[in-house]
């Protein structure tokens, strides 16, 4: 293709790159819409179906698990688990999606619930709802996946740790002096000195249920291993009458329908007072459910809508804090449990949503016989599942800067606080990327030291001008030139005007300027002309370009020139362009 050509066809393929950008209502258009448009038809129902069981009868037990921990009642991880479940399949971005309580959520909601009540944890959910609105209107998604691996996988772990602990009390049956602590080393303290109040049968139930889980997934992957461990482990408690805390002995039960909907109670002071926990459910969230999204991506190999997820993540929670429910998330193990059963779209998430009410509305006396110990040991395994062993120490070996991300944000998450685990992992992570780009940027001269072999141009003449130049320096920067590389390539720019009249600078292998670099260029450019040393710029692109001349990089400074070639044809007087 000659040059004539490539012109012709570079604005075609610009034209059509404008014209191919997707407008509003593509972007926030449900999946489910999507699927709908392919055609859905009775075999892809029945795949839904089977999947939709498979995921609720997984959830079942996990949701009530993860509200027992976060310290309020069974039923609110089923609420959230129904209504916010349906919306976030019903409304997102991604088509195997399945959203309900995560285990995430434990320690916040927690802290949230113990400081400002389950009223206050509702308000906080619908504040969340809100901002996750914003985030996703606003097309926020895409910079959200920005947050560096170490400190997805330290915060993970670290999440892990902490939600164990916070099980050690159930596992064993102890019975603490006082209300148990909150941070890690006093509760561990407190579980220390109420050793001595173990109880035999709540620990054999609990060990009943971690093995029969971990045996069914060695065994019989495909049965659902949770739900039948749990059953079993109530099955025991009953038959043999064991002294062991259950669910209708601590909450009196679960009801059997969903609460009508309404609103928190709303108050300034209140929502100043939730605020903070609003914005860390809002950016845990965002991060655990388009973490969940990827992942479905990996498995299958489709592509999912940040922002119209994230959306689809708003509504859900401002609809479960109306029906009583909490913080509501993309679950990255029931995403993939639906993705392995076979689901073909978001039908299967809303079919997940409706077998669990169906069971609730069904099935509601029998948790009241589910043992505290059982859904102890679910979590339990869970936090086994989270704590990704294998990335863990494949990031300590890595490098020091990896390691030193993902041990900040791990041990600050468990001796601190969620939110400062993820702002210094991400601080400590983008200093280190930062760090790396100023390392991968080169400033060298133009003349290499063995020159390449090229075939002669019969239709060419000889140029004067190419031969060695004892008045002219050329010197090529390559890699993005920003802040973080400022100091270095100045320093190089500072000396090469020595003893020169003419001095060139490429800048076609720079894809990126910043206002620092361009503000070193001037720098430059000023110092040259003090010295009388002619300065062009070469090879710019033109955004590179316009940052140059906007920071006053500009006649008579500099001159531009589209290569070196150009560059030369100017100082020998055949050219100037500007």
Request: glycine share 10%; hydrophobic share 50%.
């Amino acid at each position: 293709m000659d040059q004539t050509q490539r012109a012709v066809h570079q604005p075609a393929q610009k034209s059509a790159q404008k014209s191919a950008k997707p407008t509003f209502s593509e972007l926030f258009t449900p999946k489910l819409v999507t699927v709908w448009r392919e055609g859905y038809h009775l075999p892809q129902f029945k795949a839904d179906f089977m999947s939709g069981l498979t995921v609720a009868i997984v959830a079942l037990p996990l949701s009530m698990a993860i509200a027992i921990a976060s310290g309020v009642t069974p039923e609110r991880g089923l609420f959230t688990a129904i209504v916010g479940g349906f919306i976030v399949s019903a409304l997102g971005g991604s088509r195997f999606q399945i959203g309900g309580p995560a285990g995430a959520f434990i320690v916040l909601v927690a802290a949230t619930v113990q400081r400002q009540g389950v009223d206050g944890l509702l308000l906080a959910t619908l504040m969340s709802g809100v901002f996750l609105l914003a985030i996703g209107y606003l097309r926020l998604g895409t910079y959200i996946k920005f947050i560096p691996y170490p400190v997805t996988v330290g915060f993970t772990a670290g999440i892990a740790i902490i939600i164990f602990s916070g099980q050690i009390v159930e596992l064993f049956g102890l019975k603490l002096a006082g209300p148990e602590p909150g941070p890690l080393l006093p509760k561990l303290m407190a579980i220390g000195a109420a050793a001595g109040t173990i109880n035999i049968s709540a620990t054999l139930v609990a060990v009943l249920t971690i093995v029969t889980i971990v045996a069914l997934k060695r065994w019989r992957p495909g049965w659902p291993g949770m739900l039948i461990a749990v059953g079993l482990a109530s099955l025991v408690v009953a038959l043999l009458t064991l002294p062991a805390e259950t669910i209708g002995t601590r909450y009196g039960g679960i009801p059997r329908s969903l609460p009508f909907p309404a609103l928190p109670a709303l108050s300034l002071d209140k929502a100043i007072a939730v605020l903070p926990d609003a914005v860390a459910f809002a950016l845990l969230g965002a991060i655990e459910s388009l973490l969940s999204a990827v992942v479905a991506d990996g498995m299958t190999g489709r592509r999912h809508r940040s922002n119209c997820e994230l959306v689809a993540q708003g509504f859900a929670n401002i609809a479960s804090a109306l029906f009583g429910g909490m913080c509501a998330t993309g679950t990255i193990a029931r995403t993939a449990t639906n993705v392995r059963a076979g689901a073909h779209g978001p039908v299967s998430g809303m079919l997940h949503s409706l077998f669990l009410l169906v069971f609730m509305l069904v099935a509601a006396p029998l948790a009241s016989y589910i043992p505290l110990a059982a859904l102890a040991g679910v979590l339990a395994v869970v936090c086994w599942n989270m704590f990704e062993k294998q990335a863990f120490a494949t990031l300590l070996r890595a490098s020091r800067g990896d390691a030193l991300v993902l041990m900040a944000t791990f041990l600050i998450v468990v001796f601190r606080d969620l939110t400062e685990g993820i702002v210094v992992g991400f601080a400590l992570g983008s200093v280190l990327f930062i760090d790396r780009m100023a390392k991968s940027i080169a400033v060298e001269a133009d003349l290499p030291l063995v020159q390449e072999d090229v075939a002669d141009s019969s239709g060419r003449a000889y140029d004067a001008s190419e031969a060695s130049d004892v008045d002219t320096v050329v010197y090529r920067i390559s890699g993005a030139f920003f802040f973080g590389a400022a100091s270095t390539v100045g320093t190089v720019l500072d000396r090469i005007a020595d003893q020169r009249k003419n001095f060139i600078l490429d800048c076609s292998a720079v894809p990126f300027f910043d206002s620092t670099a361009a503000n070193v260029i001037e720098g430059a450019a000023h110092k040259a002309k003090r010295a009388g040393v002619r300065f062009i710029i070469s090879g710019a692109a033109p955004p590179i370009r316009r940052m140059l001349i906007n920071h006053g990089v500009k006649r008579p400074l500099v001159t531009y020139a589209a290569s070196i070639r150009d560059a030369r044809a100017q100082l020998n007087g055949k050219r100037e362009t500007e």
